[in-house]
């Protein structure tokens, strides 16, 4: 088997779509994570996995904050000798068994959890069904001592049947519910409480309105829906009381601490197999019926079926494109985990180890959802309709929302709204699809509007938020979050907004024009206009571009600062923006070059700062060094591949993109300790003793955009309104690279030559053997595959 | 020693101030508790104990939620035999270790562990500086093998620094920075973020406003401010890696998850002792010096006169007033445990294992504070007028505050302005200090007025919301805040609102007079009138009061109802108002005693609701039985003592009492499962599998009114504005009791007998001797000591 990457800790499979891991734990950086967590919690948090709900308008099963099933995040299954009385569990928590193997591959939807203790081998396989809210436990036991054994499985999970993190446990777990089906061989669990409002506003008066279920294929030799009996007043999940006596308690009822504890009995010869199966899920009342869900999935036939689905649906979203480059980092990333990670972590799971998301942030996912593009347009459409749905008619939006059942705040946010156009521009550009325009959506405060006017009301809400100088203000904060003392009083400015405004309007201006809207095209060009010009005249320290001015009129990155010196930001859009001139352009890059694109990617800002400053933020109050102060902040860092790329600067951009393609850091993984298969919401910079260290992995939306810049700007290949664009920059050292990918209805198979060991030029391109001018490749709609040949030089 | 009250845990020592435990838990209801819980917890969670800051306005040890200084409950001290290199703890949890003996001590204000270990016998001592923000933790060692022990002693506990319970340790975590101070054996801890705004309303940009410390009097071998390090990646607080390694890591800054492990080594000879103290604070930066608290508490010496501070603190509380009674749990629970549980766990702790509370309650620390009216009227004053402040101009109150920097919800609770009435005129009872409705009191929204009018406009504000029968609205709810849903829209009514408002102006219709507002007294008179005449129109159900009508104008507590037919305070309260007449009285009465009073207590409603109803509100949400819904809700219960007791059916008063005593719990502890020496919030009813069975223990205002329906209402000694009332309502059995205690500058020492085994009725009173005539001791305010002697017949 071929290690593509290999680490202390474990190693690619040769398909890319397994990370094999070879001890109990991946590295986690952070030490919460170590006393709560559990290889059996990591899947579940990180899968298509954890995901309980088929959520609104998405039809996917995913996991939400509103509703969560259960409390502790541990699904165990102990396993006990019988004979022996010995017990330990199918993973290596909770009970920190001794064991002669032990290994875990996570791949796209499932994880498995292979060992051996005790002559026992087991694999633990769990996924997510994809059409129902299903998990799946396939436990395989295998008995390779040379005597037969008697053996009882127990599963435990807490409930919690609603917001997570519930603080006040207490309190909750007084309105659940829990009845044992032993027919199923299943326990069922309600609760009479949800966190939502009712429809007068009224607090905790409605049900959680689903039916919950632990169910198991074999027939119950025992079960326990009480935590107290379960664990026993003086133990501990590692060593229950329940582990002590021949059966469960059985309790069940609404008076108990509800968990699901179902113990099934098998006996195995030598050299015996069998497989068990538990299930665990949550039936929508009214609508689903959570005895037909169990009877469905409990058994081995079906879990195997399903299994199989799980493979075949992770296919269908990541096989619609697929690179192959010299680099296997990139193609790793590209090809698997960073589709994987955008759509299962953000766009449906919503939630990491390190955050536990309350809904949909209106920038989040509405950016995240550019993943689906490739492979279902569709999917995205629907995202931008539903972050349409969360705008006023003034034209601002909800920050974030409850994605169950809506709700969240409005804020000064300045940039939020305006991700809106943005990201309905890279719609158009891969699908050509205009209509989208057309689509009727309704505003929270306010009738249905075209998707058109929904966009122009949030680029007019940003034209009414200028400083006298022409300047946006910065509000409540920009992209950044922590910037958020910087502009509150409404009249600190942004110089970021300024060029991502610029950047939307040079979009938008064509499409204002094309719907025959002159008056906004007219309007679009003039705020350009001034923006270009107050962006030069004040936005300009010297050697590089300000990020803000405060309320007081401070600078923010400026030579001024001791601290914060330098942000990223501003710099890398003033080339993505092209709202200066090219010799700006570079000086500003090359001050990023100089400060900020450290060993590990390129810092947000630098030097962070060491001391508070109520004035700027709460970026300031992070150790320096860390997430946005002064770390890398991956999300941001992408964007950097794209400015250097924009300037044709391919040493940098590579780099830029090198340092933080996360399989790079499998082999000082005692240093990065994150999964070296997802991105890192950010890395440690060189301030911090623990510099390159990644924190806060899964949740980030950085790798969307990861994925984004390998395939726009390093491979270059671009889908534009015309068609698709095909301008690689690449190191020169790269011979040849091919990219496969949908593309309005067509499938394109590209090669890419580059015999003169270039990095940028097509000196020729031929599809389906006939050369063609230009390097836009029309858009064919024919449902074909077709082959494209570049050569570079 | 004498057991007054002994169950499988433990008994209380003779003079009632310990309760000695003599396994390593105390029965815990719910099974929460089960895995966060040990004693360490428990102790600090509700002696004088986990307080750590002085709260505004107080001067008073108090932990408060806004405050808190750690994030794991748990505060442990390892214990380590470095020549065999086994460990365990000064506590039971976490290393559940093997013990030749165990013994807990809960005194007033500390808890001692004892335990002998592997031949060391240890106590832990643990206290609260009286006068300082510092938790003391005084260890001492005894070698009890006949050979030289070399051992450590390893500290370990979580810093959170800020709101508890944190949800998101990821985040915060980011903000903490730690220090070590070698010389003093210390380690420093800062927070650069806190959760309340800054002046301008920007969130997450304020420090946390301390410098919190971890000290140990011995010098350090070594240190650790990091959890990773001490706990190890693949381990958990049971066995820490650093308990397998020779030093701790050393490591600080800003960079890990914070925690306080400080390490010191010591060698005993055979029969050698030794005393170690390790202490925590909090020093608010600008006014305290961490150092200086550190040296001032972390030595030996310190620590034993801190501990006798300790002991001579509570003394002056509790002892003010003493009774001595044929009955032991009324004596125990008078003298020391309800003063004990009211003063630390409701007016500074404000938190219990069950609920860490948010701030000040309006209407619940205001009742609480009656408790300082023997002790230190002084406190009761403060804590009025502290709740004065918290009213709007319109009448109405915050419903709860954040006691540090302020700020609650305003809310259309019906109830909660007029505790401020009640509260003043049991104020006024006692004390006689008119003069307090003087005091110049500013609203939230408006400028000082005298106290006086804070209480009219409360009243008033009552006055503005009835129902055109003349019955006040049940608005988002009443004292039961589980009847959420009855009124929202103004429509539905509250009959016990009726009563207490009645209650109310009987006492206040004089005081206006004496204020000549005659205005008000007349005002106050003619609603008196309507309040009597409507109540007994409409409230009325034929055998007893309801307890409401709905928005949709049901009935709530009525015969017509199938479940909740009867609720406990609108027929309690039609005595305690006077606002029946004497038949109905008794025929409500006599409904409580048929269906409410059970085995355990007083129901506060039968039967329970066994399905939600969404017009009701989520007191029908709970488990039948639990809590509000058909439990013993024992805030509610004790006043059924007061109404029985004024009916002068002194066998329901009495058994009424003795039912919820908590030491009469004792022998049947294991259905009890709580604490038999603190009032829990509620206990199962009868429709709970768990009947009997108490919950919520520490943080309820039931602790205080078992206080006082003992003292006013069974020893019958109540304080009037002419004096002191005699009119004891004892069972006939009763020989004699004695009560001595202070009353306006003078101390009583009352002797009642009882020769003729009468309930009631006194047909002698002597005072110094002299021969008094009626039942009315004056105020003497002469700082002497007046023998009372009083003889029923």
């Known amino acids: ?75 165990y299954l102990y396993l006990r000798d019988l004979d022996s009385g010995q017990y330990w569990a199918a993973t290596y928590k909770p009970t920190c068994h001794q064991y002669d193997h032990y290994q875990v591959r996570h791949g796209l939807g499932y994880s498995s959890f292979e060992q051996i203790v005790q002559g026992i081998h087991s694999i633990l396989t769990v996924f997510v069904a994809p059409d129902d809210p299903v998990e799946i436990f396939q436990l395989t036991l295998t008995n390779q001592s040379d005597r037969q054994r008697r053996l009882d499985i127990t599963s435990y999970v807490e409930w919690l049947l609603g ?64 935590k107290e009996s379960f664990i026993g007043l003086y133990s501990s999940l590692e060593h229950p009381q329940a582990m002590q006596q021949p059966t469960l308690a059985g309790r069940s009822g609404r008076f108990g601490d509800a968990i699901a504890a179902l113990q099934v009995e098998i006996t195995l010869a030598p050299g015996e197999r069998r497989t068990v199966v538990f299930t665990l899920g949550a039936a929508l009342q009214g609508s689903e019926d959570p005895l037909a869900l169990i009877q469905r999935y409990t058994s081995v036939t079906a879990s195997d079926q399903t299994l199989q689905a799980v493979h075949a649906f992770w296919s269908r979203l990541v096989d619609a494109e697929h690179v192959e480059t010299p680099d296997p980092a990139l193609n790793l990333m590209t090809n698997y985990w960073l589709k994987y990670q955008a759509i299962s972590g953000r766009l449906w799971g919503k939630s990491a180890f390190y955050q536990v998301s309350a809904g949909y942030g209106f920038r989040d996912q509405l950016q995240d959802c550019q993943i689906f593009l490739v492979c279902d347009p569709a999917l995205a459409k629907r995202q931008i309709l539903l972050h349409a749905a969360q705008q006023f008619v003034e034209g601002d939006v909800l920050h974030w929302w409850f994605s169950i059942r809506g709700g969240g705040p409005r804020t000064n946010c300045s940039d939020d709204l305006l991700w809106l156009p943005f ?24 009738p249905a509007e075209p998707l058109y006017l929904h966009c122009k009301r949030a680029i007019e809400r940003a034209f009414s938020r200028f400083s006298p100088r022409g300047i946006p203000l910065m509000g409540d904060h920009d992209w950044n979050d922590g910037l958020n003392a910087v502009g509150t009083q409404l009249r600190g400015e942004s110089f970021w907004v300024a060029e991502f405004l610029y950047t939307i ?43 803000a001015t405060t309320d007081a009129g401070l600078p923010l990155g400026s030579q001024q600062n001791e601290e914060g010196r330098i942000f990223l930001m501003p710099n890398i859009w003033a080339v993505i923006s092209g709202i200066t001139d090219q010799q700006r352009a570079w000086q500003a890059m090359q001050a990023v070059s100089r400060y900020l694109l450290c060993d590990y990617g390129t810092l947000l800002n630098y030097p962070a700062f060491t001391r508070p400053r109520s004035d700027i933020g709460y970026v300031t109050r992070y150790a320096p060094g860390l997430r946005e102060n002064g770390g890398v902040y991956t999300h941001a860092a992408t964007w950097s591949v794209w400015a250097y790329a924009l300037l044709g600067d391919v040493d940098h951009a590579y780099e830029a993109y090198r340092r933080i393609c996360p399989p790079n850091r499998s082999a000082d993984i005692e240093r990065y300790k994150a999964e070296p298969y997802v991105t890192p919401g950010n890395i440690d910079g060189p301030q911090s003793p623990y510099f390159g260290r990644g924190g806060w992995t899964w949740y980030t939306g950085s790798a969307q955009w990861l994925h984004r810049v390998a395939t726009h700007w390093i491979l270059g290949i671009r889908p534009q309104i015309e068609g698709l664009l095909i301008d690689p920059l690449i190191p020169a ?61």
Request: charged share 20%; proline share 5%.
């Open 505 to 547: 309007l040079e979009r938008w201006i064509p499409l204002a024009q094309q719907r025959s809207d002159e008056a906004f095209a007219e309007r679009c060009t003039a705020v350009r206009t001034t923006l270009r010009w107050a962006m030069n005249r004040y936005g300009w320290d010297g050697e590089w571009f300000l990020q």
């Open 423 to 446: 990201v309905v521009d890279s719609y158009l550009q891969e699908t050509g699809d205009v209509a989208i325009l057309d689509e009727m959506v309704p505003y929270l405060n306010g």
């Open 163 to 226: 917001f997570a993190p519930d603080e006040h446990r207490e309190f909750h777990k007084l309105f659940i519910e829990t009845t044992p089906e032993p027919e199923f061989h299943a326990l069922l669990a309600r609760k009479y409480l949800w966190g939502f409002a009712d429809e007068l506003g009224r607090h905790n008066n409605i049900d959680w309105p689903y039916v919950a279920f632990m169910a198991v294929s074999e027939p119950l030799k025992s079960f326990d829906g009480d």
């Open 1 to 75: 088997m071929e290690h593509l990457f290999a680490s202390t800790y474990g190693y690619f499979r040769a398909d890319g779509r397994e990370y094999v891991i070879t001890t109990p734990f991946t590295p986690r950086p952070w030490g919460n994570v170590i006393s709560n967590g559990d290889y059996a919690m990591m899947v579940s948090q990180t899968g298509s996995g954890y995901s309980w709900r088929n959520n609104a308008g998405q039809n996917r099963i995913t996991r939400s904050f509103q509703d969560l099933i259960q409390d502790n995040w541990g699904k």
């Open 733 to 793: 050292t790269w011979e040849r690279f091919t990219v496969r990918r949908t593309f309005r209805g067509a499938i394109y198979e590209i090669e890419v030559l580059n015999p003169n060991h270039v990095n940028r030029g097509v000196i020729s391109l031929e599809v389906d053997g006939q050369p063609l001018a230009g390097t836009v490749i029309p858009a064919f709609n024919d449902g074909q595959t077709h082959s494209v040949r570049v050569v570079l030089g």
